[in-house]
C-alpha cells in the first residue's frame, strides 16, 4: 500500500508538510540570536557586513520554505499563535 492509497488521501503527507514547514519557520529565527556574535567576529567590517547580510537573506529563504511547505494551515497555525 502507497501513501496515496490511505483512507485519508494526503492526510499523511499533507501531515508531514505542515511539520517540515512549522519546523523550517521556527528554525528561520534562530538566526537573530546570532546578530549580536557577529559584531564580535575577528574579521574585518566588510566581513561581518556580508556575514550579516547572508544570514538574514538565508534566515528569509528558510522562512519562505517554511511558509510555503506548511500552507494555509501553516499560516492560520501562525495567524493564531500572534493573537495569543
Given at each position: 500500500m502507497t501513501l496515496r492509497e490511505t483512507t485519508k488521501g494526503d492526510a499523511p503527507r499533507s501531515r508531514v508538510r505542515f511539520a517540515v514547514g512549522i519546523?523550517?519557520?521556527?528554525?528561520s529565527f534562530?538566526?537573530?540570536?546570532?546578530?549580536?556574535f557577529i559584531l564580535f567576529l575577528?574579521?574585518?567590517?566588510?566581513?561581518k557586513?556580508?556575514?550579516?547580510?547572508t544570514a538574514s537573506l538565508l534566515s528569509w529563504v528558510i522562512?519562505?520554505?517554511?511558509?510555503?511547505?506548511?500552507?494555509?494551515?501553516?499560516?492560520?497555525?501562525?495567524?493564531?499563535?500572534?493573537?495569543?
Open positions: 519546523t523550517l519557520i521556527a528554525t534562530l538566526v537573530y540570536p546570532a546578530y549580536p575577528p574579521y574585518s567590517e566588510r566581513v557586513i556580508a556575514v550579516t547580510v522562512f519562505s520554505a517554511g511558509i510555503f511547505l506548511a500552507g494555509q494551515e501553516g499560516y492560520d497555525w501562525l495567524k493564531g499563535r500572534r493573537d495569543h
